[in-house]
């Protein structure tokens, strides 16, 4: 299975990203997907899950202005972040789990400027 993670960025303050996590490969089901970030200096820590059956888990960071959704057709996943900060800035990673099975995909950057 790999992660193909897209849609960070450069954004200012207050503004709007969308990211997109495709999975290939043997998928199996059901299944978690769900968005990690990692500051600098910080360690990694959950931003959103959601599982096949709809299902959503947020991470206290984000409540209110980030939203998971994932498309099980097309196997994707994605994050709307809204209104946001610098302290939003980090790498986000996809994953995918179920079971006994972990992937991780390589992370794209946000940066939010002030």
């Known amino acids: 299975v790999q992660l193909q993670a897209s849609g960070g960025g450069l954004v200012q303050a207050g503004g709007s990203l969308r990211l997109s996590c495709a999975a290939s490969?043997?998928?199996?089901?059901?299944?978690?997907m769900g968005w990690y970030r990692q500051a600098p200096g910080k360690q990694r820590e959950l931003v959103a899950a959601?599982?096949?059956?709809?299902?959503?888990d947020y991470g206290d960071s984000g409540k209110g202005r980030l939203t998971i959704s994932r498309d099980n057709a097309k196997n994707t996943v994605y994050l709307q972040m809204i209104s946001l900060k610098p302290e939003d800035t980090a790498v986000y990673y996809c994953?995918?789990?179920?079971?006994?099975?972990?992937?991780w995909g390589k992370g794209t950057q946000v940066t939010v400027s002030s």
């Open positions: 959601i599982n096949s059956g709809g299902s959503t």
């Open positions: 490969g043997s998928i199996f089901s059901p299944n978690t």
């Open positions: 994953r995918l789990w179920g079971g006994f099975v972990n992937y």
